[in-house]
């Protein structure tokens, strides 16, 4: 990684994800992992690389009110799926004073603990997303808010899904020798995997 300085002002966001319908549905992140939330773990991880953090989660806020961050819903128009969720994360940032916004997934409890650095080196401050040896994780991206016109655009355009986004924009891929840090909570296996991780 280069040592090229990471600014002070990227607010972070959770994608809380959808229904979970092969986990028997819920908040996937609110799945026990060594006797805690899947989303505390994975905000651990990400608290020292924000100033600030907030959830993408639609439905009743208050199931989220333990961790005592902003729930932020779907905007009415919006794409749906995770890529309405940055949209969402993006407003949110703007009002916060943020430049990025660093976003992971809500089940995936151990992001990289330099995925914002790596990021940002990787794309110069430009757009950027991780990189596993099972490919792009678009899921673990830095959105710079000076972007935000070129990806309405997009929306606009009928581009609905974070990778498709991303890859329209240019973004740089920061690679990661392991898949470790991505790992999720997709099915009841992956859970009995993290949990005997």
Same mark, same amino acid.
């Given at each position: 990684?280069?040592?090229?300085?990471?600014?002070?002002?990227?607010?972070?966001?959770?994608?809380?994800?959808?229904?979970?319908?092969?986990?028997?549905?819920?908040?996937?992140?609110?799945?026990?992992?060594?006797?805690?939330?899947?989303l505390?773990?994975?905000?651990?991880r990400?608290?020292?690389?924000?100033?600030?953090?907030?959830?993408?989660?639609?439905?009743?806020?208050?199931?989220?009110?333990?961790f005592?961050?902003?729930?932020?819903?779907?905007?009415?128009g919006s794409?749906?799926?995770?890529?309405?969720?940055?949209?969402?994360?993006?407003?949110? @940032?703007?009002?916060?004073?943020?430049?990025?916004?660093?976003?992971?997934?809500?089940?995936?409890?151990?992001?990289?603990?330099?995925?914002?650095?790596?990021?940002?080196?990787?794309?110069?401050?430009?757009? @950027?997303?991780?990189a596993?040896?099972?490919?792009?994780?678009?899921?673990?991206?830095?959105?710079?808010?000076?972007?935000?016109?070129?990806?309405?655009?997009?929306?606009?355009?009928?581009?609905?899904?974070?990778?498709? @986004?991303?890859?329209?924009?240019?973004?740089?891929?920061?690679?990661?020798?392991?898949?470790?840090?991505?790992?999720?909570?997709?099915?009841?296996?992956?859970?009995?995997?993290?949990?005997?991780?």
């Amino acid at each position: 990684m280069t040592n090229v300085p990471v600014p002070t002002r990227i607010a972070g966001l959770v994608l809380m994800g959808g229904e979970a319908r092969r986990m028997g549905g819920g908040d996937k992140a609110l799945l026990l992992l060594h006797g805690r939330p899947i989303l505390g773990h994975a905000l651990d991880r990400l608290r020292p690389q924000a100033f600030a953090l907030a959830l993408s989660a639609n439905g009743d806020p208050a199931r989220l009110g333990a961790f005592g961050l902003p729930v932020l819903p779907d905007a009415a128009g919006s794409p749906g799926g995770p890529l309405s969720g940055v949209v969402a994360g993006l407003t949110w @940032a703007a009002a916060q004073g943020a430049s990025h916004l660093l976003t992971v997934p809500g089940d995936a409890p151990f992001p990289p603990r330099d995925l914002g650095a790596r990021l940002w080196a990787a794309g110069g401050g430009g757009p @950027a997303c991780a990189a596993s040896p099972d490919g792009p994780e678009p899921l673990h991206a830095l959105w710079p808010l000076d972007r935000r016109a070129e990806l309405d655009r997009l929306i606009a355009e009928g581009v609905s899904s974070p990778r498709r @986004a991303l890859a329209a924009l240019g973004a740089a891929h920061a690679p990661y020798p392991s898949r470790d840090g991505f790992r999720d909570a997709d099915t009841p296996d992956d859970l009995a995997a993290l949990r005997g991780a």
